[in-house]
């Protein structure tokens, strides 16, 4: 009897699927509240591989550091979310992320300005393209109706939109600065593009042909000030949560964030919509439309070769079509491939793009450098601690001296 139980049960694991034992890989990420979407993205992969990808999301303040530290321990992810351009680059210098040159349809499936952010000195592709998101300012429709209040069309429009609302007894402005990294990534550079212009102004910035307190610069950190009397008393601690809530819940008419937080806002009830932050003269409105996240292989991983399968699949019709069904609708796609943006509030956001100047978030590609003196500056400038020719010329200092 004991023989024939021993052979039934050698049949039985026999007869088990392949994919019991298939390998099991693991993803870091910042993206801690795509967890279900993201869980959904990697199952459709092992259903058509077998291979099991495990989501293992870092607290965004915290993933640059944890993941460096992850990979310089040689307890690194087997795939990571890579930032875009000096943050990635980075750790491709080092030899912590993998040269994807093999990776099929990277080069086919994706622009050049598209892959750019992602691309070494060398010219060498190390992380495959994942999502862009779009910056923009929320309202509440009801709020605004209430007061009678159009959508501004020009900064002045918006400050008096400001100042109609705080008249009236209601908070204009969510935003806050107690995590700090919001204030600057979400609403300065989100505006920022009005008065510096695209890409090619952007990079004489970068190359030191214009500085970095010109008219231009000093124009936007004079209209930023204006902002202060429209926030929150309790701005400054004010968590980027807190502000999230505060727009949610209807004690605050607007919100300066990015496209990310339009799934947050869903099934709330809240009736919002959203307009771009306006430049001084209307026709110089452009948006602030960033190239964020793409997915790298870690080089020391034992599984680089099934890494690189997985993005193989992403860089593929197969992956885009999984993306495009799974991941949130707020994350644009950078892959050449159809895409149809479904969610009507994402489609709203996408489309204020549309006839404007769009560039990445200022210093992401050449700059990073300059966040924590600028973020420093710009709270400060919020609170009344320096002018805006103080704040423009500190960061200049900081630029002459790199």
């Not at 021993?6 to 392949?18: E, I, N, R």
């Not at 952007?202 to 010109?214: A, F, I, S, T």
């Not at 020391?300 to 593929?316: D, I, Q, V, Y």
């Not at 495009?324 to 479904?342: D, N, Q, R």
Request: hydrophobic share 45%; aromatic share 12%; proline share 5%.
């Amino acid at each position: 009897m004991r023989k024939i139980l021993a052979l039934a049960l050698v049949l039985l694991l026999l007869s088990l699927p392949v994919f019991a034992s298939a390998l099991t890989l693991t993803m870091g990420s910042w993206r801690a509240d795509d967890v279900e979407q993201m869980n959904a993205f990697l199952n459709a992969y092992k259903e058509a591989s077998g291979v099991e990808i495990l989501f293992q999301p870092i607290n965004p303040p915290e993933y640059n550091a944890n993941i460096r530290l992850q990979l310089e321990s040689g307890t690194g992810p087997d795939l990571l979310y890579s930032r875009s351009y000096a943050t990635g680059r980075e750790l491709y210098d080092a030899g912590f992320v993998a040269d994807l040159s093999d990776v099929e349809g990277l080069m086919q499936n994706y622009t050049a300005n598209s892959r750019d952010p992602w691309t070494a000195s060398d010219g060498s592709p190390f992380a495959v393209p994942f999502a862009a998101v779009s910056h923009s300012m929320y309202y509440n429709k009801d709020i605004f109706a209430a007061n009678d209040l159009a959508v501004p069309t020009t900064w002045d429009e918006f400050l008096a939109v400001c100042e109609a609302l705080k008249a009236a007894g209601v908070t204009p402005l969510a935003n806050g600065v107690a995590d700090e990294w919001d204030i600057l990534e979400c609403f300065f550079l989100g505006m920022l593009p009005n008065y510096v212009g695209g890409a090619e102004e952007r990079v004489k910035y970068q190359n030191g042909e214009k500085p970095l307190n010109d008219e231009a610069f000093l124009a936007a950190y004079t209209d930023f000030a204006m902002i202060a009397p429209y926030l929150d008393e309790i701005f400054s601690a004010m968590t980027y949560n807190d502000s999230q809530v505060m727009f949610g819940s209807g004690r605050a008419a607007m919100f300066m964030d990015g496209s990310w937080t339009c799934g947050t806002y869903g099934d709330s009830g809240l009736e919002w919509s959203v307009f771009a932050i306006p430049a001084r003269d209307a026709a110089d409105t452009a948006v602030c439309f960033h190239l964020d996240m793409a997915i790298a292989a870690n080089a020391a991983s034992p599984n680089l070769e099934e890494a690189k399968k997985f993005l193989n699949w992403g860089a593929s019709e197969d992956g885009a079509n999984a993306a495009g069904k799974f991941m949130p609708a707020v994350f644009f796609p950078m892959i050449e491939l159809p895409a149809t943006i479904e969610n009507p509030h994402a489609a709203e956001i996408y489309a204020l793009n549309e006839g404007k100047v769009t560039d990445t978030r200022f210093i992401w590609p050449a700059l990073t450098d300059l966040y924590v003196p600028m973020n420093i500056e710009i709270i400060k400038l919020l609170k009344g601690e320096v002018t805006p020719q103080e704040a423009a010329d500190a960061v200049q200092a900081v630029f002459e001296g790199l």
